[in-house]
């Protein structure tokens, strides 16, 4: 099992990229889909099965972030508004 992480970030989007993916029917700027499945089709299937707005065609053409589940790693971290002392 893996874990399929795709991010498309649209904050600085302008017509000049025109040809860029929209992942998601809905209006964003930012948008994350994390997906634990066996393969890339599998995971793929599950978004659409989800049935919430997922472009499947342009999440293929984004390469997306994989992590093997059998090693041991860290998968996701954040920090927002921290202000170092």
Request: glycine share 2%.
């Amino acid at each position: 099992m893996k874990v399929y992480v795709w991010r498309h970030n649209k904050t600085y989007h302008s017509h000049s990229m025109i040809n860029e993916p929209c992942v998601q029917s809905h209006f964003y700027l930012d948008a994350l889909a994390i997906v634990a499945a066996n393969d890339l089709e599998e995971a793929l299937t599950k978004l659409e099965e989800q049935n919430a707005g997922w472009r499947i065609e342009d999440l293929r053409e984004l390469t997306p972030k994989v992590y093997d589940l059998d090693v041991p790693q860290v998968i996701f971290t954040e920090v927002r508004g921290s202000i170092a002392e």
